[in-house]
């Protein structure tokens, strides 16, 4: 047994809460609910396993509370755990646990390993599949449905699914012209390459692009990603595309009369590499410069080009092409977002270190022998120096293994500038350190911060990003949004506190719309900054609030009519928002219009709170960061 010590994972359960990999129970039998626990941990592909602390109980709600309730008889417990984890599951788990004393009492510590991909998926032998399986989540343990044993099962092969034959595909789903494309990128970067001189099918079956069934050659899921037909992609990929959205200001807008704009990208991976890239270098805001030394002055775009193409690569490389979902590339006035279905099969913590984990081995080497992706793991790397270079935050990502997203951030703003000096200058009597400070602004910028968001900001340890996030917890500054180990920050009342300028009417200072973009991808405008402005605002966000007004109940449009700016009632927001998402889910911008507050406010002071609460919900709590996310009033609210 490793020489973690419950000490050790109770100080950590009381700093950061329970995680996917540490949880507390309070155990006087061995029962059920800590069985499912144990089978969760020994099936989550990539988790590791996990530990369990028996003799422990959450005290309350509140994150960190845990009071130690000791075990009577460990002994007894234990031989009980060991016993019905080898007989309890199809097979037998080899756990290892043991019984330490604490000052507050015995506690029992179990590390229960991650099973062999052969022995997946681990179910309880007595009862029927899917539901005797379980799986572990960010919120805990969760029942296996079908999609979720045939990713269990899918392991037992050794096979990766890029190098899988794809059914109802022929060869003739391939393009000549796909297969030169690599012959001129592989001869630019290795003009000797030996593979330069295999046929196109010889060439194929090398790269993993086919393979052999029945003696025939069948295309791979990698083979038609990479060179099939455009229609053939459409056909059996049908979310294989890039999705480019320009968005204007800092929020997903949902006024009809302030459209965002949309482009869809759909190729083979290395020409959608370069689409993509070429989609946002050609829409990102530009800045001119004159090196010393030159005459001529010339401009560069707000984020290093090998930054763009890199964060493209790695979202294309690196998803999960099971599902059916396309990456999605969002621009906001002030970052660049990028999201992917395929959680990081790497820990966040080590993301830039050397070494790489391949989720489609056969994508990565084809894109790496064509000069488009690092193999090494040093994307991450060098995106980060080249962030530090430019004067920008590095680039912050989040992985969530339960909903399989990955998403990464990337700041236009040149952190600690003058107008950021002057605007800490508020809290300077706090004493906040310079990483602190950069949290601020971070929250100021996105609207929201998490754990793994201030380790990539300040490159500290996770306990480090706790503490330092709970002192501006209790500073006011933000307030936390507990979710376990999908915890993150809003905006405190300090940091954002009601005034004339933040909690004024929505009205006085709309986003800008944007221009149309072009749906050629080398057509979009270079001009991307200066989108242009709606003379009519005004009168259009009212016509807009009167149409949604038009929709509602009398009595609940009579009290939304008699709303003013200032409200003295502090519950008259909650429950106007309790009763609109009762009768169909609103987006925030929506309820921004109707309620006569900007968004970010009203997101802040009042839905942030409510959701917490679980008065209301997400519209689709999977993907709490889609942009088109609405809230829905939870079924038992009263």
């Known amino acids: 047994m490793s020489q973690v010590t419950a000490q050790a994972l109770l100080d950590q359960l ?8 540490v949880e507390a129970k309070r155990a006087s039998a061995i029962g059920e609910s800590l069985l499912e626990t144990v089978c969760a941990f020994a099936n989550e592909p990539g988790l590791g396993g996990g530990w369990l602390l028996l003799g422990v109980e959450k005290a309350s709600d509140a994150p960190g509370d845990y009071r130690v309730t000791g075990i009577a008889d460990p002994d007894k417990l234990l031989n009980d ?76 092969s050794g096979q990766s699914y890029d190098a899988s034959v794809v059914s109802g595909a022929s060869l003739d789903d391939l393009d000549p012209d796909a297969v030169e494309h690599y012959r001129d990128a592989r001869r630019a970067v290795r003009p000797e390459a030996e593979e330069l001189n295999f046929s196109d099918e010889e060439l194929l079956e090398a790269l993993g692009a086919v393979a052999r069934q029945s003696g025939e050659l069948h295309p791979t899921v990698a083979g038609v990603l990479l060179f ?3 229609g053939a992609l459409r056909r059996l990929f049908p979310a294989n595309r890039v999705d480019y959205v320009r968005i204007p200001g800092k929020e997903w807008i949902e006024d009809p009369h302030e459209r965002f704009t949309t482009l869809d990208l759909r190729d083979t991976l290395p020409r959608l590499i370069q689409r993509a890239t070429a989609a946002v270098l050609d829409d990102l805001p530009r800045a001119f410069q004159l090196p010393e030394g030159e005459i001529r002055r010339g401009e560069k775009t707000v984020l290093p080009d090998k930054v763009v193409r890199e964060a493209v690569v790695n979202a294309v490389m690196h998803r999960n092409y099971q599902r059916q979902q396309p990456i999605q590339l969002l ?25 790489s984990q391949w989720r489609n081995p056969v994508i990565a080497s084809v894109l790496h022998e064509m000069g488009l992706a690092e193999t090494k793991g040093s994307g991450v790397r060098v995106m980060r120096r080249l962030m530090e270079e430019a004067g920008l935050s590095p680039p912050s990502f989040d992985s969530d293994r339960h909903n399989d997203q990955f998403s990464a951030t990337y700041l236009f703003h040149h952190f600690l500038s003058e107008e950021d000096i002057a605007w800490l200058g508020q809290f300077r009597h706090l004493g906040l350190g310079e990483d602190e400070q950069r949290a601020l602004i971070f929250v100021r910028e996105t609207g929201r911060i998490t754990n793994s968001d201030y380790r990539d900001l300040n490159r500290v340890d996770t306990l480090t990003a706790s503490q330092r996030l709970s002192r501006l917890r209790d500073l006011g500054l933000v307030e936390q949004v507990p979710r376990g180990p999908a915890t993150y920050y809003v905006p405190g009342e300090r940091l954002g506190s009601p005034t004339a300028e933040t909690e004024d009417d929505l009205f006085s200072g709309l986003p800008r ?29 009212w016509a807009y609030r009167e149409q949604l007004l038009a929709e509602l109940p009398n009595e609940l449009r009579s009290e939304l009519e008699r709303i003013g700016q200032r409200s003295r009632d502090p519950k008259q927001m909650p429950k106007l928002i309790q009763a609109l998402c009762a009768l169909r889910p609103y987006g925030a911008r929506e309820l921004a219009v109707l309620l006569k507050r900007r968004q970010d406010y009203l997101h802040r002071q009042h839905i942030a709170p409510l959701l917490a609460e679980g008065v209301v919900q997400y519209q689709f709590p999977s993907e709490p960061n889609r942009p088109d996310q609405a809230y829905i009033a939870a079924e038992d609210w009263s």
């Open 81 to 156: 755990l060991h016993s019905r984890c080898a007989n309890a599951f199809n097979v037998p788990l080899r756990i290892q646990a043991r019984a330490e004393a604490l000052d507050e009492g015995t506690v029992i510590l179990v590390e229960v390993p991650e099973a062999e991909p052969a022995s997946r998926p681990v179910y309880f032998a007595n009862k029927q599949l899917p539901r005797s399986a379980w799986r572990r989540g960010p919120s805990g343990d969760y029942r296996c449905n079908q999609d979720d044993l045939a990713e269990l099962y899918q392991g037992r």
């Open 14 to 21: 009381r700093q950061l809460d329970e995680s996917d990999r």
């Open 228 to 230: 099939g037909r455009r």
């Open 513 to 541: 719309e944007s221009e149309g973009l072009s749906q050629e991808s080398g057509a979009l405008s270079q001009e991307s900054g200066a989108l242009s402005q709606e003379s009519q605002r005004d009168e259009s966000v």
């Open 331 to 355: 621009r906001y006035s002030n970052r660049l977002e990028v999201h992917n279905p395929g959680y990081s099969l790497k820990a966040l913590e080590n993301l830039g270190e050397p070494g």
